[in-house]
């Protein structure tokens, strides 16, 4: 069993940065796909950014937000850029339980996923 933490959210005007965090603990491998996912009011869960040995992003957030990850800590952070009103949402954290690397994109491959924290972007 693996629990997620997420932090690091808040208010920014738009063009500000935000840097989320993900603290996993538990039973976890370095090589076991992270990711986050959004929802924004009314939407379905959205992906934003997976890493594994890879990373993947969002065409979305591409150029603005980055993944990344240090496996010692356990922690997969989300660096966010030239934040606009649109990114507005729940962040959420996400972890698989095997190192596939499939449907990285999808919602429904991942096991565990944190409780989420509030990106709001507004002036």
């Known amino acids: 069993q693996v629990q997620l933490v997420e932090s690091g959210g808040g208010l920014v005007r738009p063009g500000g940065s935000l840097r989320l965090s993900c603290v996993a603990s538990?039973?976890?491998?370095?090589?076991?796909?992270m990711a986050w996912f959004r929802q924004a009011p009314g939407k379905e869960r959205e992906f934003v950014a997976a890493s594994a040995v890879y990373t993947y992003i969002a065409d979305s957030v591409k150029g603005r937000f980055t993944i990344s990850r240090d496996n010692a800590k356990n922690t997969v952070y989300l660096q966010m850029n030239r934040l606009k009103p649109e990114d507005t949402a729940v962040y959420y954290c996400?972890?698989?339980?095997?190192?596939?690397?499939?449907?990285?994109?999808?919602?429904?491959?991942?096991?565990?996923w944190g409780q989420g924290t509030q990106v709001t972007v507004s002036s």
């Open positions: 538990g039973r976890t491998f370095s090589r076991n796909m």
């Open positions: 996400a972890a698989r339980s095997t190192d596939s690397s499939s449907y990285y994109y999808a919602p429904i491959a991942y096991d565990y």
